[in-house]
């Protein structure tokens, strides 16, 4: 009886071991998104992650997907800005602009990437943006993907960000 009391025990401890790992697999992603926002945030769901930027204590990648529901919100509203018609690069110019703004510290380069079907677009911008019909669907459009990004329990199970950027 002891012998089989000893093959047992380890047997439901681990079947229930198993049973708390989360069996939540990635849904598939029919919008491939890239995006880098900020000093180091980085949305890829081409890879299924996500860099949240914590300022002083560095960085952490988290497993990070859409559902279908919010790959659908997504598209729409790519497809209400016509992101895809978008030029390239969005930023001033100083040649036609009649004043220089700048940012510091200076987050650099920022980018959207979006693949959806046979389209893909990536948009680049340095900020501050200009004040045009592209810089306010971009802005529209970014801030409609990050409340998502932000709404979503993977992001905010790593420690908040304990400083900024001044």
Wanted: charge should be negative; proline fraction near 8%.
């Amino acid at each position: 009886m002891r012998k089989i009391i000893n093959h047992i025990i380890p047997f439901i401890l681990l079947l229930l071991i198993s049973c708390n790992k989360n069996p939540v697999t990635p849904k598939e992603q029919f919008i491939k998104i890239h995006f880098y926002y900020g000093f180091g945030n980085e949305l890829n769901t081409f890879e299924q992650t996500y860099q949240k930027d914590l300022a002083l204590d560095g960085s952490v990648k988290i497993p990070f997907w859409f559902t279908a529901e919010e790959q659908e919100q997504i598209i729409t509203k790519v497809q209400a800005v016509n992101f895809f018609q978008f030029p390239d690069t969005i930023c001033f110019n100083s040649e036609t602009d009649s004043f220089t703004v700048t940012i510091e510290p200076n987050p650099g380069r920022q980018f959207l990437r979006i693949l959806y079907q046979e389209q893909d677009k990536i948009v680049n911008w340095y900020l501050p943006l200009p004040d045009n019909e592209y810089s306010i669907s971009l802005l529209e459009l970014i801030e409609h993907i990050i409340s998502i990004i932000e709404s979503k329990p993977e992001y905010q199970s790593p420690p908040p960000m304990r400083s900024g950027y001044i």
